[in-house]
């Protein structure tokens, strides 16, 4: 079973960059389609980006889109989000888990959830 966990969130400028790390310490995650998720205080928990185990395609909502980068380095067992441009509106807890894709391309979580990592940014 994936369990993983997250990584490289703190507090950034407007403005500034992060990279988030996932991964599994015990268990390959090379063959799962991975996703990023995140949750802001007082909101729901909402996709952010993912992308699939087969080819590489990635997925982003319309909020983070030519913001944040998605990627995987199967040498590493890791997935990472790359996040640019960062907004106040980004701040939240960030989690990554295993993920699975409708025939509409949207995209779910299907495993359980890490510790998370939090993302502030803030002046």
């Known amino acids: 079973q994936v369990q993983v966990v997250e990584s490289g969130g703190g507090l950034v400028q407007p403005g500034g960059s992060l990279r988030l790390s996932c991964t599994d310490s015990t268990t390959t995650i090379n063959n799962y389609a991975m996703g990023w998720f995140r949750q802001a205080p007082g909101k729901k928990r909402e996709g952010v980006s993912s992308i699939s185990s087969r080819d590489g395609t990635t997925y982003y909502s319309d909020s983070v889109k030519g913001r944040f980068t998605i990627s995987r380095d199967k040498t590493q067992n890791t997935v990472y989000l790359q996040m640019n441009s960062l907004k106040p509106e980004d701040t939240a807890v960030y989690y990554c888990?295993?993920?699975?894709?409708?025939?509409?391309?949207?995209?779910?979580?299907?495993?359980?959830w890490g510790p998370g990592t939090q993302v502030t940014v803030s002046s």
């Open positions: 888990t295993t993920v699975r894709f409708n025939n509409d391309g949207s995209w779910y979580a299907s495993g359980s």
